[in-house]
């Protein structure tokens, strides 16, 4: 079982940068696929990026490609998604999450994921 706190989400303007990360508890977070989704108001969670247990593959959504880059520190239990070139449709909560299990990177379903962070609101103004 691992424990997740997302942080690092607050007001940017347009074209601005933030760096989200989300620190897991235990000492098994290297046994998870991780993952980034959001969720705007009123809209379904979104996968945004997910990245292999070793670190060494990623995927990401067509919105996120290009701008964001999602990686990982097994040694300090987090992962990271620097978020670059911000639209104001990027408006969200993102939420990190945990996939135990045969997961493939390119798992886009949220209900595959066990364990999610309390999430962190993105906000970019136009």
């Known amino acids: 079982q691992v424990q997740l706190v997302d942080s690092g989400g607050g007001l940017v303007q347009a074209g601005g940068s933030l760096r989200l990360s989300c620190v897991g508890s235990g000492r098994t977070f290297s046994r998870y696929v991780m993952a980034w989704f959001r969720q705007a108001p009123g809209k379904e969670r979104e996968f945004v990026a997910a990245?292999?247990?070793?670190?060494?593959?990623?995927y990401y959504s067509d919105s996120a490609k290009g701008r964001y880059t999602i990686s990982r520190d097994n040694a300090k239990n987090t992962v990271y998604l620097q978020m670059n070139s911000l639209k104001p449709d990027d408006t969200a909560v993102y939420f990190c999450a945990a996939a135990g299990g045969v997961v493939m990177v390119t798992q886009k379903d949220p209900s595959r994921y066990d364990y999610w962070g309390q999430g962190t609101q993105v906000t970019v103004s136009s």
């Open positions: 990245i292999t247990r070793s670190g060494g593959n990623t």
